[in-house]
């Protein structure tokens, strides 16, 4: 059975930082890409950071490059997502996605995570 399991949210305040992690399981977590996507209320959901599954490669949205890290440790089928200074707009409920196996050209499975809050407030 597939899952995802993401955990790390919670409040924190401005300019703080929180490290969120994501469990795998189910899947061969080193052939598939993770990303981290993030909704806010009433907006919609939005990527934050990707990484491939091969060779590691980062993708980051303009709003947290610089602020936010995401990396993978493939033996722990895990994916992280280091955030620093934040702000009041990083306030969403995080997700995690893996999409994949990288090698199947078409028809790639996408399983998403149940989400984490993370709320920054003073």
């Known amino acids: 059975q597939v899952q995802l399991a993401e955990s790390g949210g919670g409040l924190v305040q401005p300019g703080g930082s929180l490290r969120l992690s994501c469990a795998a399981s189910g899947f061969t977590f080193s052939d598939y890409a993770m990303t981290w996507y993030r909704q806010a209320p009433g907006k919609e959901r939005e990527l934050v950071a990707s990484?491939?599954?091969?060779?590691?490669?980062?993708n980051y949205a303009d709003s947290v490059r610089r602020r936010f890290t995401i990396s993978r440790d493939n033996a722990k089928k895990t994916v992280y997502l280091q955030m620093h200074r934040l702000n009041p707009e990083d306030t969403a409920v995080y997700y995690c996605n893996a999409k994949g196996p990288f090698w199947l050209a078409r028809g790639q499975y996408d399983y998403w995570g149940q989400g984490t809050q993370v709320t920054v407030s003073s």
């Open positions: 990484i491939t599954s091969v060779g590691g490669s980062t």
